[in-house]
DNA sequence: TGTCCACTGGAAGGGAGGGCTT
DNA sequence: AAGCCCTCCCTTCCAGTGGACA
C-alpha cells in the first residue's frame, strides 16, 4: 500500500511522456528491424551459416566507430538464432527448409572485454557458460592459466557444437593484456574432438591489429567487416523507428528527432549518441511535466550528459589521480595556464607532504596524467622547450570550479580540503 | 653542429591481495 | 600452513628525444 504522504506519490501521479517500455530507447536494446544495416546483416549471416550446418565458419574481425551497430548487428544474429533453435524446439518437425541443418548445437558466448580485460578473466567467462553446478565453476581467481584453459577447452569438448565467441571491444583486451587469450581461442580447433570454435571480434580500433602476432592475427581475420558512420538521415530513421514504439505521435515535437540525428550525426553518426540524447531529452521533459518534448529539452540533454560524462569520471579516479587533477585545477585557477609535468609534480607533492599522505613517483604520475588526458579531463601535449627541456604541456579541460568543489566533497581527501577552509582557497593553496 | 635540459615512456620487477592446491 | 598463480599498482632504471642555444 502507498500512503497519501509517500514521497514516490506525487511523482507516481504524473502522466509519463512515454508510452511503454522506455528501454526502447537503450543503445543495449536490439529492434525486430535494424534500419540501414541489412547489407552488414546479410553479410555476416552468409559467413555464419556454416554454423547452422554443423561446420565452423570463418573467424571474423568487425570494425567501426562507436554507435555503428557492430554490437546490435552481431546480437541481432544471435537473437535469432536462438529464436530458430526455440521454434525447432517447440515443434519437433522443422520446415523442410531446415532439414539438413544442426540449428540446438550453436551456441554464443557474449564477452565484454571492456568489463572483462584480463587473461584470466576471458577465460573464465567464456568456461563458466557451459556450467550450470556452482561447484564446477572455475573460480575468479587463483587458478594457474594452464588449467583454466584446460578447462575451458574440456567444457566447450564436452559435446559436439559449434561456439559462436563474440568478443566485443577487443581491442581494449588486446592493448591491456597482450594477445595471448587470442593466441589460445585462435588455436584450440586443433585440441577439440568433437566441437568446433569460431570467433566474433568487434572493435573500434582499425590498429589494434598491429600489435597481434602474425599467426595470431591471420587466423583471427579470416573476414572482416568495416560498419561505417550513420549520416544525419540515417540517424533520422533510427530514431523515428524507435520513437514510434517509445512515444505517441503527439509528444515528440517536430524538430526533435531531426535535431538529435544532426547533433549525433556531428560526432561521427554515433547512434548511441542520438538514442541517449533522445531518451534523456525525454526524461527532462518527464521530470518537468511538460506535455512534450522540444528542441530545448533536446540542448538541456546535450549539456546534461555532458556533464554527467565529467562528474562520473572524476568520481571513479583513484585518490592520487584525483589529487594530480586538483593540482591541475588549482594552479590554473590560479592563473597558471599552460603547465608542465614537473610543475603538476611538485603541486602534487605539496599536497600530499600537507595532508599527510605518501606521494607517488614522478614516473607514475607522468602516467596518471596520460590516463586524465585520456579521459579528457585534461589536455596534455609533448613540447620541447629547446635547452630548456622536454616535457608536457598539460591544461584542464573541465569546468575548473564545479570540479574543485566536487573532488573535495570526496571523502577520501578531506584532509586536502581542509587546508583550504578560510579565506580565498586559491591563495590560501599557493602551491609553487 | 654539438650540447644540454627536463622530461618521456618502455622494461623489469617488487609486493600486496585475492584465491586455489597440496 | 606453505607454496603457488594471477592481477594490480607501483618503483627503479635508463635510453631516447625535440629543439633552443652556444
Not at 552488414?40 to 565452423?56: E, K, P
Not at 584480463?118 to 567464456?126: A, D, E, P, R, S
Not at 509528444?251 to 526533435?256: E, H, P, T
Request: charged fraction near 30%; include cysteine; proline fraction near 3%.
Amino acid at each position: 500500500m502507498i500512503g497519501q504522504d509517500n514521497i514516490f506519490k506525487s511523482h507516481m501521479d504524473s502522466n509519463s511522456v512515454f508510452k511503454g517500455d522506455r528501454d526502447i530507447l537503450r543503445p543495449s536494446y536490439i529492434p525486430e528491424q535494424l534500419p540501414h544495416r541489412g547489407d552488414q546483416i546479410q553479410d555476416l549471416a552468409s559467413i555464419m551459416v556454416t554454423a547452422l550446418r554443423g561446420n565452423r565458419p570463418s573467424n571474423v574481425l568487425i570494425f567501426g566507430k562507436t554507435g555503428t551497430g557492430k554490437t546490435a548487428v552481431v546480437r541481432f544474429l544471435e537473437r535469432e538464432v536462438n529464436r530458430l533453435k526455440r521454434e525447432n524446439l517447440e515443434s519437433a518437425e522443422l520446415d523442410d527448409e531446415f532439414e539438413d541443418y544442426d540449428i540446438d548445437k550453436v551456441e554464443y558466448v557474449y564477452v565484454n572485454c571492456e568489463v572483462v580485460d584480463t587473461h584470466y578473466g576471458v577465460m573464465k567467462n567464456i568456461g563458466n557458460k557451459f556450467v550450470e553446478e556452482w561447484s564446477d565453476q572455475i573460480p575468479f581467481t587463483g587458478w594457474p592459466m594452464e588449467k583454466v584453459y584446460e578447462s575451458l577447452r574440456e567444457k566447450i569438448d564436452e559435446e559436439s557444437r559449434v561456439v559462436v565467441i563474440i568478443l566485443d571491444e577487443l581491442d581494449k583486451l588486446v592493448t591491456k593484456s597482450g594477445d595471448s587469450v587470442l593466441y589460445h581461442l585462435s588455436k584450440i580447433n586443433s585440441e577439440l574432438d568433437q566441437s568446433k570454435v569460431s570467433l566474433i571480434g568487434i572493435s573500434n580500433n582499425l590498429k589494434f591489429t598491429e600489435f597481434l602476432d602474425p599467426r595470431v592475427k591471420s587466423r583471427l581475420g579470416e573476414e572482416k567487416m568495416i560498419f561505417p558512420p550513420y549520416d544525419a538521415e540515417q540517424l533520422k530513421d533510427i530514431l523515428a523507428d524507435r520513437a514510434g514504439k517509445a512515444f505517441e505521435p503527439e509528444i515528440l515535437g517536430s524538430d526533435v528527432i531531426s535535431l538529435c540525428a544532426a547533433l549525433a550525426a556531428q560526432e561521427h553518426g554515433d547512434a548511441r549518441r542520438a538514442l541517449d540524447l533522445l531518451r534523456v531529452s525525454a526524461e527532462i521533459a518527464e521530470r518537468e511535466r511538460d506535455e512534450s518534448v522540444t528542441t530545448d529539452h533536446v540542448y538541456r540533454a546535450k549539456n546534461k550528459i555532458e556533464q554527467d560524462c565529467v562528474r562520473e569520471a572524476v568520481n571513479t579516479l583513484p585518490t592520487h589521480s584525483k589529487l594530480v587533477l586538483y593540482s591541475i585545477l588549482l594552479m590554473d585557477d590560479n592563473g597558471s595556464d599552460k603547465l608542465t609535468t614537473g610543475e603538476v609534480y611538485s603541486a602534487y607533492n605539496e599536497l600530499t607532504k600537507r595532508s599527510g599522505m605518501d606521494p607517488l613517483t614522478q614516473r607514475r604520475i607522468t602516467d596518471l596524467i596520460s590516463e586524465l588526458d585520456m579521459l579528457g579531463l585534461i589536455n596534455a601535449r609533448v613540447k620541447s622547450f629547446g635547452r630548456r627541456g622536454r616535457t608536457k604541456q598539460i591544461q584542464s579541460s573541465v569546468p575548473k570550479h564545479e570540479i574543485i568543489d566536487l573532488i573535495e566533497s570526496d571523502e577520501s581527501i578531506e584532509s586536502v580540503k581542509s587546508l583550504n577552509i578560510g579565506g580565498n582557497r586559491v591563495k590560501q593553496t599557493k602551491l609553487i
